[in-house]
């Protein structure tokens, strides 16, 4: 599910409040296959909650893709995926929750601070290719793997949207013979409709690692069908790329799939190059402040009047600690929100003196009643989550 907002939004009038028992805090989003929502599981973890259109409910193929993805999807137990908790395919509506990631896309990553450095996009290779290792090792291709499918979690990158993206778009585009996926970060296989294997996930890996070196897509901008030709008739600029990255990259962007790196390949070049026991820092650096401090950057939330940075991150020191501390650290990304809450209020993006500057008080669209209501709803999430509103979440689907 793409364009998730990037502030808590108070719940509307036609947004559920309970999902299969699941309380809904808060609108995170919506996209293509429909809403995402802020709940928690009874144990206190915080999930996203993805409801599925009523349209796409509706169709039965839609249903029936949608259970089985969702169960290859339950078997990924991977250290840099959004692990699938919950789920009904047969729900009115159907649904499914999954863990709640704090931390910003690596499209907005990349399009607040520019381009990352080389030590950083070798350790995202390196987390993302472990993701896609996980994800095919249950039987699924992700078909659609993007700078806004990867999350910028404290510890590295988290993979989302694995296997769900077909279900939602196997009605709608297969009828008509149009590809599935995002034309930027397409492989040349998907362009050409032309067999999709783990190979074509490998090629938009090398697209996504290119975009986080260079601050753009590598195949450029432009029409779909302008795009797609270039992706399979021209080769990728990698010259700008810099030095270190090119042969990796390259094997990568292979145009022949059985050509490309191995996932194994990638980790491994991506360990040698980074050398041992680089990896703490070298995310660090890229998801916390760099005066040392662990203050997170302007990740976390959008920057503007009043912008101040969340409280420092605590980066795991290995992946296998994920799952043991999945709530721990939920709780901890649930109380950063507190600090982008307060400084955005229940305005997106608008800053402590946005609604000053405007002639009227933040949280005030020109009626009081209006901002009552906002601090209203900000305070009940607040109190099921402690300070959790205003976080920067990407719940995927």
Request: net charge positive; charged share 25%; aromatic share 6%.
């Amino acid at each position: 599910m793409q364009h998730v907002t990037e502030v808590f939004q108070p719940l509307q009038a036609d947004d559920p409040r309970e999902v299969a028992g699941y309380r809904l805090a808060a609108r995170l989003g919506a996209g293509g296959m429909g809403r995402v929502y802020l709940s928690h599981t009874r144990g206190g973890r915080p999930v996203a909650i993805k409801v599925v259109r009523p349209e796409l409910a509706d169709d039965p193929d839609f249903r029936h893709r949608f259970r089985r993805e969702i169960t290859a999807a339950q078997r990924v137990r991977g250290a840099y995926t959004a692990e699938l908790i919950d789920a009904d395919a047969d729900g009115v509506p159907p649904w499914l929750a999954t863990l709640y990631v704090p931390g910003p896309s690596l499209a907005d990553a990349v399009r607040r601070r520019g381009p990352l450095p080389v030590p950083a996009v070798l350790w995202l290779m390196a987390g993302v290719a472990e993701a896609l290792q996980a994800i095919h090792g249950a039987g699924i291709v992700h078909r659609d793997l993007k700078p806004s499918n990867v999350l910028l979690a404290s510890d590295g990158p988290r993979v989302i949207d694995f296997g769900i993206s077909l279900a939602a778009d196997i009605s709608s585009h297969t009828a008509t013979g149009a590809a599935i996926g995002t034309p930027q970060f397409m492989a040349p296989e998907q362009a050409t409709a032309d067999e999709v294997t783990a190979a074509t996930d490998v090629f938009a890996l090398g697209q996504t690692a290119a975009f986080a070196a260079l601050g753009r897509p590598l195949y450029g901008d432009g029409p779909s069908a302008t795009i797609l030709y270039r992706i399979v008739h021209s080769e990728p600029a990698l010259s700008e790329l810099p030095e270190q990255l090119r042969p990796l990259i390259a094997r990568c962007l292979a145009n022949d799939p059985a050509e490309r790196a191995t996932l194994a390949e990638i980790v491994e070049s991506c360990r040698e190059q980074l050398g041992a026991g680089a990896e703490p820092a070298v995310w660090r650096e890229v998801t916390a402040g760099g005066d040392g401090s662990g203050a997170a950057s302007g990740f976390c939330s959008r920057p503007g009047p009043g912008y101040r940075p969340c409280p420092g991150c605590r980066p795991r020191s290995h992946p296998g600690a994920h799952h043991a501390s999945d709530r721990a650290d939920a709780r901890d990304g649930a109380g950063r929100a507190a600090d982008q809450a307060e400084t955005f209020g229940g305005d997106h993006g608008r800053g402590r003196d946005g609604g000053r500057a405007a002639g009227r008080r933040p949280g005030v669209d020109g009626a009081g009643r209006v901002g009552r209501r906002r601090r209203r709803d900000r305070d009940r999430v607040r109190s099921r989550f402690g300070t959790a509103v205003g976080v920067l979440v990407r719940g995927g689907g």
